[in-house]
C-alpha cells in the first residue's frame, strides 16, 4: 500500500522509501525513515498534498512524493 492511498486519521508504519537520496536525506531528518509511524493528519482539497505526523514532527507533502511510500496499515480496533 502506498502512503498516497490513506485518508485523514490512518495510522501505518513505512516500510519503503523509494525516492531519491536528496529527498530521503530530509524525510530522514524529519524523522520519516522505515519502520516509523506515522498518521495522516490532513489532505488538501484535491488530495494535491498530504500533512503527515511522524516522531511529534508535522510535515507535509506532495502526493507525488507519496505515492513512492510504502507503508502497511496500522488496524486499530474502533468503539
Do not use: H, P, W, Y
Not at 537520496?21 to 522505515?34: N, P, T, Y
Not at 516509523?36 to 494535491?48: N, P, V
Amino acid at each position: 500500500m502506498k502512503l498516497s492511498d490513506l485518508n485523514k486519521n490512518d495510522k501505518a508504519f513505512i516500510i519503503n522509501i523509494g525516492i531519491d537520496e536528496a529527498l530521503k536525506s530530509r524525510l530522514f531528518s524529519f524523522g520519516i525513515a522505515r519502520g516509523t509511524e506515522i498518521s495522516i493528519e490532513a489532505c488538501s482539497l484535491g488530495k494535491q498534498t498530504l500533512e503527515i505526523m511522524a516522531e511529534e514532527t508535522l510535515v507535509g507533502l506532495r502526493m507525488s512524493e507519496a505515492e513512492k511510500i510504502e507503508v502497511e496499515m496500522i488496524n486499530e480496533g474502533k468503539k
